[in-house]
């Protein structure tokens, strides 16, 4: 469908994005404008983001410089802003941790091992056309695990935020160990890294109405305030530099940051490395991906545009795999960052190109700003954007509507805090399936008798209908498969066991529009065990390809007759009925 | 139903089993049978498959006496044989090689461990009336699981078979392990053991042919062909003996087996190790469960007996318990063992009972017998055995009804082959659930028309119907969920542009009998959508529940009508039907 959506009739030549083919002066200033924005709200987090992965802050700015140009080439949002991001960069240290110490250099081509193969794995499943992938998680798993997420991230930040050393992978062990070493705490630490804090807490809570009330247009009063991260590093920069809190002080911060672009890296993976990493790799890639997809659909619906999930997948791949080719590490779409570009007016991917050039532009020439950067500062930019992403309203409806879904979203996030993000995922998507397998193995039966009168048959729980005692109709309101197939047979014994005159069994399967192996053996040894009890078992309103593939695989050769097409007709021909 | 159909009115104290009140001379001679021609089969394979647990065989022995007595008193079957079984063993030894070395002190009380949690699982499971767990594993993955993990134990044991060296937990590790040791094959336990498969395999094969040939009743040839194994166990620890095998041709022997009754254990498990086994135990548990349910109940079917899965769960848990408190470890039920026993005349678990005794007299005074039986022979009992589980008809069956179900049989054999039988089982899960998700993912959607003259409507792809260009009507064939709810509104935009007048869609939810959270508000999204673009959305013919569930948690609030009871009805409210 979005292909459909791209290609229109246009200038420039067919291999190029559909968005470029087309591309007008006025979208370039608008695409001008939105790069920037997020060039200065980029550079603060892609330092933070790379610290929360355990990486060199300016790997981070690698990170953000060609997966901008990939997705721009391969995706199919607007405005999607792809780089590092805070679960992905959570998942990435979490994941690299039993494999290398943080800091050393195995640790960083474990890292840049982790974006190729998230990388190809999302090519792979985008070239397959399998963007059906992103279903596998409700929106009460996204929303637990995000949230989880989010928190174990403010808890494991309060460590650079406050100087202390603490370690752990679970927030009870974080707890633990920052209360044990809380006499540790550096005074200039704590008080930079809560400063910025407050200060980045009410510009992102009341800068905005502030700078509207003295008479700036809401818009761009909402974009002046995105830029307050930026503006509270700078000043924190400069607060170590005349009051030499770091030397003095012992406040640590992000040193040296090698000037220029990144290298190109090139390197075989040993083999063991492959199989450990290939099962995280595919999560981070995954989440990441779920994520993205759903920013990115919000955002287009709110301009009547539409996401193509292969495309996105594919889009995502090739960002994961040039942030690899620059000694990067896993990206993605980021929610926080893709609003801001959204609200800033960006028309195409080209603004992310802007931003990128931008970028470069910052690591050619300004690093030498970022180096007397404080951590804790970086720390509090990671610990407000995080606790923006915690989500109590979707728990709240989930409670209201659907308990089943409310215990997803805890045990995700509960999963998350208490053993670390892998198993939180697990558990939750193991909920989800769970439960949607633990509905369908619980299938509605109706015991079916005919309206008077009439050709129609309805559940005798509901209507005034007539039966008869040696005919039994029960109707199956679900698939048949593995999962339900027992408690299917035990109903229609349970049934026949009240029914002790019944001879025939007449099963509807109107509803089925699948029967699996487990279920289809389970009906041949149901028509042998009826059998040798004397009771017949016929079928009706079979659907045309459950019963070609039943009579296919000569399922069906035991049956008395063919199934019959309608309950009615099966009255009739089985005898007793007017 | 299974209480329903044990208690009757009968002689015994009412705490007694049901089987137990109403017992009957006759039932005890047939019981008594068994319960001996049982013992005979469990003597070897109780001492076998300890070895491939990994722990001294005369375990195996102290886990064949107070799991039988537990389930005698809280199991639901009267014919499954409970005790030491292959795969579990096979299990048992993939759990614990992490943790500690084979035949330490340790490797046996976390072996014990094991069957504490895995019998409490158990009993927790079956107090919470929970055996619906069983219908986790479909019949392809279990068949898989089975096969895969038979092979796997057929090629583990090819080391003691032919005396060499050989590690790895894989099958190909195994091999190319075996094969870089080929050097050192000792003849004797080479000569030996494959003389033993030979007999083994021929008396399986051939012998009770022959003994019904020579004029014997066929049942009894049966059963005299199922002593084969005890009778080239003995002829084995004679030929040690009289050839001094051990001692001078270097063929490995069982050794010392403590003489009398196991002692009763009990200790106090670290955190850690409960942690760390938690998962295994309860894969191990689970597993043995579905397997052991299954046996039961194409027993209890044969006789027209019933079998209550909560029972079950609660008789192997009893046994579990009563297996580690004697210092044993995991146990189920058995298939061939419950096929012997139930083939001997079993009429109850008083056949366990007198195998149990029969079992505690063989280790009061015949273990003597069994210290110099070489491990090669139990090798060739344990292979033999393992053989007759691989399973080729349900991947065949699986092959020609549906390819997903095959797809899961091989994912599930070859993980368990290629990566071990906790990997297996997890890809087998996800398999199973996997197919299934994606399935309900795409789910049957058609467009409605009116039959000319008449109030119904039907699919028109299907049949010569009328439909009006501002009014669309979907019939949605499947519940909504996480999975299939994108899927959903694909369709539906799909429809929409093809149908540029509509102005009214209408929904209908007849097959629809839970739609979760995520779906709920993708309906809400999709109401707002299309109102924003000027299209109406209407629901008709939505289930009791779903209704209740939608309007308690307010989701229904913005649609323009309560829903309409039937397509009918909806039409003519919409209007333009006469």
New interface residues.
């Given amino acids: 469908?979005t292909e459909a959506n791209r290609v229109v009739p246009a200038g420039g030549p067919r291999w190029l994005p559909a968005w470029l083919q087309q591309y007008r002066r006025e979208q370039a200033i608008q695409d001008g404008i939105a790069g920037l924005v997020v060039t200065v709200l980029l550079v603060p987090q892609s330092l933070a983001y790379a610290m929360l992965a355990g990486l060199p802050p300016h790997v981070g700015m690698y990170a953000s410089i060609l997966p901008l140009l990939a997705y721009a080439a391969f995706g199919s949002s607007m405005t999607l802003a792809v780089g590092p991001v805070a679960v992905a960069s959570l998942m990435t240290a979490s994941a690299l941790a039993p494999f290398a110490a943080q800091g050393s250099p195995e640790y960083l081509s474990l890292a840049i091992l982790l974006a190729v193969l998230g990388g190809l794995q999302l090519m792979v499943l985008g070239i397959l056309r399998l963007g059906?992938v992103?279903?596998?998680?409700?929106?009460?798993?996204i929303s637990g695990f995000v949230t989880g997420s989010a928190l174990l991230i403010a808890i494991g930040q309060l460590k650079p935020l406050l100087g202390v050393p603490a370690q752990g992978h679970t927030a009870v062990e974080l707890l633990l160990s920052l209360l044990a070493s809380f006499q540790k705490l550096q005074p200039a630490t704590v008080a930079l890294g809560l400063l910025a804090m407050l200060l980045l807490w009410s510009s992102r809570r009341f800068l905005a109405d502030l700078l509207a009330w003295i008479g700036v247009s809401s818009r761009t009063a909402d974009l002046l305030a995105k830029l307050a991260p930026m503006i509270i590093v700078l000043l924190s920069v400069g607060a170590v530099a005349v009051w030499q809190l770091d030397s003095r002080h012992g406040v640590a911060v992000v040193g040296t940051i090698p000037q220029g672009l990144p290298s190109l890296q090139l390197s075989w993976p040993a083999r063991e490395q492959l199989t450990s990493l290939f099962l995280p790799a595919f999560m981070i890639a995954l989440v990441g991906f779920v994520e993205s997809v759903s920013v990115a659909q919000s955002l287009a619906?709110k301009r009547g545009q539409r996401i193509d999930p292969n495309a996105e997948l594919r889009g995502l791949g090739a960002g994961n795999l040039a942030s690899a080719l620059s000694g990067g590490f896993p990206v993605t779409g980021g929610f926080a960052r893709s609003v801001v570009n959204f609200a800033a007016g960006a028309q195409t991917p080209m603004a992310g190109v802007i931003s990128a050039a931008l970028m470069s532009l910052v690591l050619l020439g300004l690093t030498g700003l970022f180096e007397r950067l404080p951590l804790a500062v970086l720390a509090a930019t990671i610990i407000v954007a995080v606790l923006g992403l915690v989500d109590l309203a979707?728990p709240r409806?989930?409670w209201?509507?659907?308990r089943?879904?409310a215990l997803a979203w805890a045990g995700t996030a509960l999963g998350v805090l208490g053993l670390g993000v892998e198993a939180g995922i697990g558990i939750g998507v193991a909920l989800?399936?769970g439960?949607?397998?633990?509905?369908?193995?619980r299938p509605?039966i109706a015991v079916l008798g005919r309206l008077a009168g009439t050709e129609h048959f309805r559940n005798e729980q509901r209507f005034q209908v007539e039966t008869q005692p040696h005919l039994l109709i029960m109707r199956i309101?679900?698939?048949l498969?593995?999962?339900?197939?027992?408690?299917v047979l035990?109903r229609i014994?349970?049934e026949l066991?009240k029914r002790p005159a019944t001879r025939d069994l007449l099963l509807v399967l109107s509803?089925v529009?699948?029967i699996?192996?487990?279920a289809?053996?389970a009906l041949e040894?149901l028509h042998a065990?009826l059998g040798a009890r004397g009771i017949v078992l016929h079928l009706a309103e079979v659907k045309g390809p459950v019963l070609d593939?039943l009579k296919?695989?000569?399922?069906l050769r035991g049956l008395a007759h063919e199934p019959f097409v309608s309950v009615h007709s099966a009255a009739q021909a089985l005898g007793q009925h007017p």
Avoid at 481 to 486: G, I, R, T
Wanted: avoid cysteine.
């Fill in positions: 469908m059906f992103a279903n596998l998680l409700s929106h009460s798993v619906i979707t409806h989930a209201q509507y659907d089943a879904d989800s399936a439960t949607f397998l633990w509905r369908a193995s509605h309101d679900e698939n498969f593995f999962a339900n197939s027992a408690a035990d014994e349970a066991a509803s529009s699948h699996d192996l487990t289809a053996e040894r065990d593939r296919h695989a000569g399922r």
